[in-house]
């Protein structure tokens, strides 16, 4: 259908498979695990693909000891794992029989802690790498806005207009309530699950409100929180923690709430066009979300966070490794400007780096040690 565009993550999983006798490609079904297994498992001398959503597939594994003995110097890709949640035990004796690295490369539509075997059966033999849509540095091919309006998905992103790229996310978000939540056992019904996701699309960027929602949907607090536990598992949603350095200030202690992917969230939201989005009430968070997404998503040894205060100052983004900090202000006006507030809040967390992102074309300082830069611009 198209030119295959290269992944960020495809050297990493190459690096890890000589390094591990399993690696786990995690994420969101339709992210491209798949494209970048089979660009991997070329390059391997040999290498067998099993689709455990394919029946054919599936029923070569009625007896998986015999089946891994068959192909024992293989590098074995297991696609949708979350299929056959039983088999981890059988691969931990199977990798612990032949001792190599490369034995196993696992795909999976769903985050360790749902397929909780593996985290159990395969402790100390199996790497987790999560892939993400394209990141803004995978999208030389389009520009920033194309980018931020479809999100990262590939089908979404490279679809020839507005109109297929909406009409796929749409698509898209009714199979994932339909069939991928009910595949990975919750009994929930799809539109109980549908609506409380649209709810979080109008609540995108907040501090979380449980109370509120669960008011708003006749259910406890504790579902709700359940609901975005399932939401962030499946890679949908990602919970924002507070800032918990030593503050002597009231910080604000819940969680802010992202719909991850910025085009999944204009579908929910009924966002089709450019248009649509620069009148809605929503652009603003919809811009710091897709900046936030992208930043978090690269850099997985760093601690995101949000710094709030109890009286409303606050910073987007707090990046933490070990006592290095990197504070993010993050504007969508092509002239931003800070406040007061601002200038309290960097006192109060004395980061190393302060950066405002923002969409403009070329970086310069707002103030002393702080600058104003793009997305594609931004490093740590």
């Given amino acids: ?45 040999k290498s067998i693909y099993l689709d455990l959503e394919r029946p054919a597939d599936l ?39 032949h001792g190599r690295n490369g034995q196993f490369l696992i795909l999976g539509s769903a985050s360790r802690d749902l397929i909780r075997q593996s985290a159990e059966s395969l402790a100390g033999r199996i790497s987790y790498i999560e892939t993400t849509p394209f990141n803004h540095k995978e999208t030389a091919f389009c520009d920033s806005a194309t980018h931020w309006l479809k999100g990262g998905y590939p089908r979404s992103l490279l679809s020839g207009n507005d109109d297929i790229s909406f009409q796929w996310r749409e698509d ?3 199979t994932f309530l339909e069939r991928d939540i009910p595949q990975l056992g919750f009994q929930l019904p799809a539109n109980t699950i549908g609506r409380f996701w649209r709810m979080l699309a109008h609540c995108h960027g907040q501090v979380l409100n449980a109370s509120k929602l669960a008011g708003s949907m006749g259910v406890s607090s ?34 802010k709430v992202y719909i ?17 989005l620069f009148g809605h009430p929503v652009y603003g968070s919809s811009f710091e979300g897709f900046v936030i997404e992208n930043i978090v998503s690269r850099l997985p040894r760093w601690e995101p966070s949000f710094y709030r205060t109890s009286n409303g100052a606050e ?10 900090k990197i504070a993010v202000e993050i504007k969508s006006s092509t002239t931003p400007k800070l406040t007061q507030r601002f200038w309290n809040c960097i006192d109060d967390i004395s980061p190393d780096k302060t950066v405002v992102i923002a969409p403009v074309d070329s970086p310069y300082p707002i103030a002393d040690q702080v600058m104003v830069m793009s997305l594609a611009d931004f490093n740590v």
């Fill in 172 to 174: 898209y978000i009714r």
């Fill in 59 to 97: 029923n070569k594994l009625t007896d998986p000891e015999a089946f891994f003995e068959q192909f024992n110097d293989h590098l074995i890709c297991l696609d949708e794992i979350q299929r056959l949640p039983d088999i981890f035990p059988i691969l931990r004796g199977f990798i612990d029989r």
């Fill in 260 to 276: 991850r992917d910025s085009g999944i969230l204009h579908a929910l939201l009924d966002i089709e066009t450019m248009e649509d």
């Fill in 1 to 45: 259908m198209h030119n295959i565009i290269p992944r960020e993550i495809t050297e990493t999983v190459r690096t890890r498979l000589k390094n591990f006798p399993a690696v786990a490609l995690l994420g969101a079904r339709q992210v491209g695990k798949t494209t970048i297994a089979g660009i991997v498992i070329d390059q391997f001398p």
């Fill in 222 to 255: 504790h579902t709700i929180r359940k609901y975005i536990d399932l939401l962030e598992q499946t890679f949908m949603v990602r919970t924002l923690v507070p800032y918990s350095g030593n503050i002597k200030k009231r910080l604000v202690k819940s969680p």
């Fill in 315 to 324: 910073i987007d983004l707090v990046l933490t490794r070990g006592t290095k």
